[in-house]
């Protein structure tokens, strides 16, 4: 068990490196000032983003349809382990106008690419899943996971951070019936 001078000394080295960081950045541009940042409720969706072969993402993939945006990394265990449900549930609405759009956001691409490969042996992928990588201009959200609803008419309607939480499925329901 670390005494407690032991503790303090990480705190100690923990607000150190936290204060290095912050005079690093502090007054110059950094991959955060320039990139965009992930849509806001209410805003118009766009995702700057390709797909595991490459292909630019075209939103006319998702044009018309009810759309949960799930942000993710292969990092982030919430992330991985709400992946199930999100598939699950698109599953059920089968044959409504909605589709589910995974955008990782890992830093390096070759990390989502090896998930892709492994989750592409384990099962068939269904009608409506796309999954894309963001680009790396982009800012990605500060906390994972995050999920949009975005109606058929592209607009943003809603946004969670964190976990997916049951009024996700309540708004994409409302807006197919």
Not at 19 to 38: D, H, N
Not at 64 to 85: H, I, M
Not at 90 to 117: C, I, M, T
Not at 145 to 160: C, E, F, N, S
Request: glycine share 8%; hydrophobic share 45%; net charge positive.
């Amino acid at each position: 068990m670390p005494t407690p001078m032991t503790h303090l000394h990480s705190w100690k080295n923990l607000f150190t490196h936290g204060l290095l960081w912050v005079a690093l950045f502090a007054g110059t541009p950094s991959a955060l000032a320039q990139g965009a940042t992930a849509p806001q409720a209410g805003s118009t969706f766009s995702l700057p983003a390709n797909t595991a072969d490459g292909a630019r993402f075209d939103l006319s993939a998702i044009g018309g349809n009810v759309t949960v945006v799930f942000y993710w990394s292969t990092g982030c265990a919430v992330c991985r382990d709400s992946l199930p449900e999100l598939r699950a549930n698109l599953a059920g609405w089968r044959n409504k106008p909605f589709s589910l759009v995974v955008v990782n956001v890992d830093r390096q691409a070759q990390d989502w690419l090896a998930y892709e490969r492994v989750l592409g042996k384990m099962q068939v992928p269904q009608r409506g899943y796309i999954s894309v990588r963001q680009d790396d201009s982009v800012v990605p959200p500060i906390r994972l996971p995050m999920t949009l609803v975005v109606d058929a008419k592209g607009k943003v309607v809603q946004r969670i951070d964190g976990r997916v939480a049951p009024e996700v499925w309540d708004t994409v329901a409302d807006l197919l019936n």
